[in-house]
């Protein structure tokens, strides 16, 4: 079947992980599309400012940058066949998980991605994924075999 | 992801808000289209007797018209990304409300668009929003940064 | 069947049309139960202030309460049978057009209650209910034909 | 109504939030009752072991015991009206992050729970809920609020 | 399990089926509580003008018949466990195979009970159901079988 | 926005409707395509034996032919944006009304196309649908507003 | 929380594997309460023709049968919270696996119960359970844990 | 309507059938496209540790590569039109019938193809499909029908 995969990447924004994914995916050859929430980290924060104006409130400022945010994730998770979902070891990444549970209720797969020493804390998200990978190659490979073996 | 978003502009029939936001998304080249209700307020009143023929009744008139015009609001709402709703000073757009009521409910984003004099009056749509803007720039700032940044 | 009908009373608070059609339903015996927002108008606004805390500035305070709020009416409007919903004359009640919007979308049979004069301007709202009446009695003798004729 | 609530209460499982919420209701004389996860830290990381027997590798334990509570969280969320999700100092907590995206898919209310020094990091679990609390008591607040008042 | 079943009896209104399945589902002593449309043909060809108040028009008195009758039956078939579907030798009874068809995309297990000279006509009805019956006196035995057996 | 309408014309296959609804369509310039049931009344009786091989018994070849009709048939109408549903004078038709009762549990809109005379037996149809037309150029003019205008 | 766990128990008919799960329940004080296909071999076997009458050709009787058993085991499953699937090492059992994948697209908490020398055949169905037992006393310590703990 | 099928081969991966049934569909110049599982036993065998790396138990094993398996099955399950699903004489194929389910609670029609000799240990899976064929060139033709006539 003449399909085109789409991947949503979610989670940590500081590391290239998501480079190495598309890269290794495209090397492949494969028929997958990416997408992603926005990975500007300042951009991300000024989601709300940046398009609605100004707020003093620090709260406020979060939520008017958390809703626009959340048009485009809400939108590309709903659309995506696979979701993967990258922790790193910095930041808490709650949006991260937040988008894991979203994905799962949805009946998405999922794939988790995270250093083996996340395990024990991650053991719930781990859970609702059909994959834990340590590796962006090894979701490169996990996509090769789902989309075209 | 080559994705094109299909936006939904709900709401206010008499001022050029619909135009501001396709134009302002055309020059900024973003990959959206868009979809509204029948904005000729007279052809839209009569929907029903222009398809089906006369209907002598008022009430059963509108009936028909309002039927014949969620054909087409219904499908094309079920069909959006995103619902954008905009609420002016002239009459009660009750069925704006009503769209944005039933996008909620299916999940759909909704950025609403009004004066910042309508806030108290709007505050339950208003938060069934991710995004409330009061100029059609800012919703295709939204757009931009949803749809590509 | 022995079922008790759950009837989610939404729009005006003005009037005492929700004390009509209580009554009515009791005097006419019938299994029904009613819910509704919180219709003490200054109460309803306080809805986030008065749980949360103080809020500062205008359109926040209205988004918290709009949130306490919505907690309340969409709960029960998914918990319910029906949804009757009234228009008056004052305010714009765009909540009211939102919850029918938002009950249409979830396939509850919704019935509307108004002055005619307000016929052309629901007429959208009106199309999405199974019954539009203009009196509470009316409403009555809908949920004692529904309910156990 | 003759209505009881039921309200999931997700997360941190090291401090009494959850009795001072259960206790400040029952004073409060709502109908309302309560569920959450297996709080106890120990019984619940040993769910798989406990039930299914001795598993040697620590990915797989933490696999088999996440499955034996998602018996439990999933279908308690999914039974709930309101769905209350506390974040902690300790720990990261990925499991109540994913909590509030599943009940945001499955669109329950959600109420978040956690002191104002989390706000930043917690801004888009916080704008998919309708309220966001730091002290138990604003639960009890807004929980009276949408149950009786 | 101490389940009461839910059974919806849609169609014919000129025979004694209802009453045959019920008393003998009674006898048998099964957990069973039954739901119908209104069987009272005069009463619910007046459902609108009867409940709403006169109208004119003969289409638009049916329009208004249907929708208040609408309120009743589509609120109890999505309460049903089973929908049991009539089909007679009296008018074209498309209102029964518009609740089978309704019934079936909702997922229901329906029963359909007639005569076999109609099996050819309603093949694609017949086809929809998990029984076809031709007496009521099988309806009570399924009953039985899926109930208590 | 460059969208094709899916449209399914279901019902009567004895008349020319359906060329009428696509001749207007093509002419009018309406990015539409329809879809149909298979309109051959041999074939479609012959559709399980023809394809599954012989069956003796009348009612399971029936049964054999509805159900693979229903692959068909099934699959356009949940892939159909609108559902013309068309009642003619001749045999019973209940597979339309089915039809109409499937398509509007999906949320479907739905037009009727039938004679006045016809308007009381079709009731609780018409209800269910947004628009009732008697004259395939109705709903021509339907498709034309709702697509277009 | 006062809520009663429905749990249903699907697959192997010859085996006490029942009987030993609601007897371990009972004697844990368990708020659960058990359904279950018909498990008598014969009886399931003449769902059909004991309630619709003679069949000659056996393919149509076994649908038959299996149509009437479907009433009971797909609304049973549909009002379950809990499904727990049991594979011997009679038969094929197709109709264990058909129900946890009916249960699985349901998003039902599944577990599945069997011997260790079928997890290599039973891989993708045990995938999609929370948890895999091989005795049902773990079944007990499951429900144990998720109901009370 | 131009539309391409999308079909979903479903079961069985040790004989011929799915080539039968496209090269048939093909020279039938049917607008269909087919999906399937990975049919290299060996691979699909190794879907986890080919992918995630080595895992020495072979529960696990086994949880790990039915993990990455069901991210392809489900996915292309759930974009499928009909699925299509074959039972041989080898294995226990539970995989199959777990589907087979899947796709019923989905409410996708469904195909069975096997030997009339499995037909009683199959009747509750051939009881939820539209067609039970036993040869691929019947398939092919329901397709022909389905699709083109």
Redesign the interface.
């Known amino acids: 079947?003449?399909?085109t995969?789409?991947v949503y990447l979610s989670g940590e924004i500081h590391s290239d992980w998501r480079e190495r994914i598309e890269t290794g995916t495209r090397e492949a050859g494969l028929p997958a599309?990416?997408?992603a929430p926005?990975t500007?980290h300042a951009?991300s924060d000024e989601?709300?400012t940046?398009?609605?104006?100004e707020e003093s409130?620090?709260?406020?400022r979060?939520?008017?940058?958390?809703?626009?945010?959340?048009?485009?994730?809400?939108?590309?998770i709903?659309?995506a066949?696979?979701v993967v979902v990258r922790?790193g070891d910095k930041?808490?990444?709650?949006?991260?998980?937040?988008?894991?549970?979203?994905?799962?209720?949805?009946?998405k797969?999922i794939?988790t991605l995270h250093d083996?020493d996340l395990?024990?804390?991650?053991?719930?998200?781990?859970?609702?994924?059909?994959?834990?990978?340590d590796r962006p190659e090894?979701v490169v490979?996990?996509l090769?075999?789902?989309?075209t073996?």
């Open positions: 079947m003449d399909r995969w789409s599309e990416f997408s926005v500007d951009a989601a709300g940046g398009t609605l104006g409130t620090p709260f406020w979060d939520h008017m940058g958390a809703g626009v945010n959340a048009i485009r994730t809400q939108t590309l709903r659309a066949d696979v922790f930041y808490r990444q709650w949006n991260a998980a937040f988008d894991a549970g979203y994905a799962a209720a949805l009946g797969p794939v083996p395990d024990h804390a991650l053991k719930e998200v781990d859970r609702a994924a059909m994959a834990v990978a090894q490979e996990i090769r075999y789902a989309i073996k």
